[in-house]
Protein backbone atom coordinates (compact mmCIF):
# COMPACT_ATOMS: atom_id res chain seq x y z
CA UNK A 1 0.00 0.00 0.00
CA UNK A 2 1.43 3.73 -0.88
CA UNK A 3 -0.07 6.11 1.81
CA UNK A 4 -0.11 9.62 0.06
CA UNK A 5 -0.20 13.14 1.73
CA UNK A 6 -0.76 16.15 -0.53
CA UNK A 7 0.39 19.78 0.94
CA UNK A 8 1.05 23.24 -0.06
CA UNK A 9 -2.77 24.24 -1.45
CA UNK A 10 -4.06 28.14 -0.46
CA UNK A 11 -5.52 30.82 -1.33
CA UNK A 12 -3.77 32.60 -4.51
CA UNK A 13 -4.62 35.51 -6.32
CA UNK A 14 -6.01 35.24 -10.26
CA UNK A 15 -2.80 35.25 -12.43
CA UNK A 16 -0.49 34.02 -9.41
CA UNK A 17 1.37 30.69 -8.96
CA UNK A 18 1.53 27.76 -6.64
CA UNK A 19 3.18 24.59 -6.06
CA UNK A 20 1.33 21.68 -4.38
CA UNK A 21 3.23 18.34 -3.45
CA UNK A 22 2.68 15.00 -2.68
CA UNK A 23 4.80 12.53 -0.62
CA UNK A 24 4.00 9.10 -0.58
CA UNK A 25 5.15 6.88 1.63
CA UNK A 26 7.46 4.75 -0.01
CA UNK A 27 9.59 4.97 -3.16
CA UNK A 28 7.92 6.03 -5.95
CA UNK A 29 10.37 5.28 -8.70
CA UNK A 30 8.63 2.17 -9.64
CA UNK A 31 5.32 3.18 -9.85
CA UNK A 32 3.02 3.09 -13.15
CA UNK A 33 2.11 6.70 -12.80
CA UNK A 34 1.83 9.23 -10.14
CA UNK A 35 -0.79 11.77 -11.15
CA UNK A 36 -3.10 15.09 -9.88
CA UNK A 37 -6.73 15.19 -9.80
CA UNK A 38 -8.87 17.91 -8.69
CA UNK A 39 -12.42 18.08 -7.50
CA UNK A 40 -15.32 20.91 -7.04
CA UNK A 41 -18.46 20.45 -5.24
CA UNK A 42 -21.26 18.92 -7.57
CA UNK A 43 -18.75 17.85 -10.38
CA UNK A 44 -16.50 14.29 -10.71
CA UNK A 45 -13.44 14.35 -10.42
CA UNK A 46 -10.89 15.10 -13.31
CA UNK A 47 -7.93 14.34 -14.26
CA UNK A 48 -5.41 17.73 -14.01
CA UNK A 49 -1.99 15.62 -15.25
CA UNK A 50 -0.17 12.71 -14.73
CA UNK A 51 3.65 11.40 -15.08
CA UNK A 52 4.19 7.68 -15.73
CA UNK A 53 7.48 6.05 -14.68
CA UNK A 54 9.32 6.81 -17.92
CA UNK A 55 8.37 10.71 -16.75
CA UNK A 56 6.22 11.06 -20.15
CA UNK A 57 3.48 13.52 -18.62
CA UNK A 58 0.14 14.14 -20.03
CA UNK A 59 -2.28 17.37 -18.85
CA UNK A 60 -5.84 18.00 -19.25
CA UNK A 61 -6.04 20.57 -22.11
CA UNK A 62 -7.71 23.04 -19.58
CA UNK A 63 -4.10 23.36 -18.12
CA UNK A 64 -1.70 22.49 -20.83
CA UNK A 65 0.80 25.37 -20.97
CA UNK A 66 0.33 26.67 -17.13
CA UNK A 67 0.92 23.35 -15.44
CA UNK A 68 3.74 20.96 -14.81
CA UNK A 69 3.66 18.27 -12.91
CA UNK A 70 7.38 16.84 -11.94
CA UNK A 71 8.57 14.31 -9.85
CA UNK A 72 11.63 13.47 -7.57
CA UNK A 73 12.29 10.22 -6.67
CA UNK A 74 14.71 10.79 -3.93
CA UNK A 75 12.21 12.57 -1.88
CA UNK A 76 9.23 10.30 -3.10
CA UNK A 77 7.57 13.27 -4.32
CA UNK A 78 5.73 14.34 -6.91
CA UNK A 79 5.07 18.49 -7.28
CA UNK A 80 2.77 20.24 -9.44
CA UNK A 81 3.08 23.91 -10.81
CA UNK A 82 0.64 26.13 -11.24
CA UNK A 83 1.16 29.43 -13.23
CA UNK A 84 -1.50 31.58 -14.54
CA UNK A 85 -4.14 30.31 -12.27
CA UNK A 86 -7.78 31.51 -12.96
CA UNK A 87 -10.70 31.00 -10.79
CA UNK A 88 -11.82 28.22 -12.42
CA UNK A 89 -8.62 26.10 -11.36
CA UNK A 90 -10.83 26.36 -7.66
CA UNK A 91 -10.47 22.83 -6.52
CA UNK A 92 -9.35 20.46 -4.03
CA UNK A 93 -6.67 18.84 -5.84
CA UNK A 94 -5.98 14.63 -5.28
CA UNK A 95 -2.53 12.79 -5.49
CA UNK A 96 -3.08 9.15 -6.94
CA UNK A 97 -0.84 6.42 -7.29
CA UNK A 98 -1.35 3.67 -9.31
CA UNK A 99 1.49 0.65 -9.50
CA UNK A 100 1.41 -3.56 -9.96
CA UNK A 101 2.37 -5.78 -12.66
CA UNK A 102 -1.67 -5.02 -14.35
CA UNK A 103 -2.07 -1.22 -12.60
CA UNK A 104 -4.48 -2.74 -10.50
CA UNK A 105 -3.46 -1.06 -7.43
CA UNK A 106 -4.39 2.22 -6.49
CA UNK A 107 -4.22 4.89 -3.65
CA UNK A 108 -5.40 8.20 -3.49
CA UNK A 109 -4.30 11.21 -0.74
CA UNK A 110 -6.96 13.32 1.39
CA UNK A 111 -6.79 16.33 -0.84
CA UNK A 112 -5.26 20.10 -0.44
CA UNK A 113 -7.68 22.89 -1.25
CA UNK A 114 -6.36 25.26 -4.25
CA UNK A 115 -8.55 28.62 -4.34
CA UNK A 116 -8.33 31.17 -6.68
CA UNK A 117 -10.20 34.13 -5.76
CA UNK A 118 -8.82 38.51 -5.44
Known amino acids: QVHLVESGGGLVQPGGSLRISCQAS????????MGWYRQTPGKQRELVAVIFSGDRTNYADSVKGRFTISRENAKSTVYLQMNSLKPEDTAVYYC????????????WGQGTQVTVSS
Open 26 to 33: GSISSLYL
Open 96 to 107: NAVWGDRSEFTS
